[in-house]
């Protein structure tokens, strides 16, 4: 069985973008900002502060002092994170389904692959990077809001006069451009994996058939 190139493609591409957004989900560093803490003589004290999906972490730069937590308060409530929070899951779940499906699809220990199932595979892969595209743009849209909106309604709803400390300049990190690789991988490969089967032919199974067709004859001379 001649097995095509963007097939292959596929097969590569489908779990690289499963690990990639797998990775993103996980990591605490979606979006990040820095404030400063005061001088101590010639040395600048800065606070990083990232946020993730599911944890935020403070740092004081250049110094190994650093502590995580479970994403709370305004962020956690925030509907957007929640939303996102779900679009990512539901994409990790539709993409591994995919390459189950397309692994039982493609049946490389066998000449006749389900290229049915094989395409089904590759529209969930697809699919999943879709939803995985959407969620990092909604939460890239709104990186700077998250959270913050919330606590200023509040206060101004309540009548508050909290003291806030300085507010941090939030921008992208290393997480979210995990995610975007990730996404467009796997909308690559869910694509190669859909539209890779129409071009696959199977040489054996047509010598197979001319075989089978092929009558023989007894010649007396």
């Known amino acids: 069985m001649h097995t095509p190139v963007s097939m292959l493609m596929g097969v590569v591409f489908a779990p ?3 690990v990639l957004v797998f990775t993103a989900a996980i990591t605490p560093q979606w979006r990040e ?9 010639a040395t600048e004290f800065l606070l990083l502060r990232s946020d993730g999906l599911w944890e935020s972490c403070l740092q004081v730069v ?5 502590e995580c937590w479970p994403v709370s308060g305004s962020y956690q409530r925030d509907a957007r994170v929640r939303m996102v929070q779900g679009m990512v899951l539901s994409s990790l779940f539709l993409c591994g389904a995919g390459i189950v499906l397309a692994s039982v699809g493609v049946r490389c220990w066998t000449d006749i692959p389900l290229r049915s199932v094989a395409a089904a595979g590759g529209l969930l892969v697809a699919l999943a990077g879709v ?6 743009g909604v939460y890239t849209h709104n990186l700077s809001k998250l959270g913050i909106e919330v606590d200023s309604t509040l206060s101004e709803t309540q009548g508050l006069n909290v003291h806030k400390p300085p507010r941090l300049t939030l921008h992208p990190a290393g997480s979210l ?16 994996l ?9 040489s054996s199974c047509h010598k197979q058939r001319l075989k089978d067709s092929a009558e023989m004859y007894e010649v007396n001379c």
Request: proline share 0%.
């Open 194 to 202: 859909l539209f890779g089967f129409k071009s696959m032919k199977c």
């Open 131 to 136: 939803l995985s595209l959407a969620a990092l």
């Open 33 to 41: 900002g820095q404030a400063r803490l005061g001088r101590a003589g």
């Open 177 to 192: 451009y995990f995610g975007w690789v990730g996404a467009w991988v796997q909308v690559l490969g869910g694509a190669a």
């Open 16 to 18: 690289l973008g499963l």
């Open 62 to 66: 250049h110094s190994e002092v650093k």
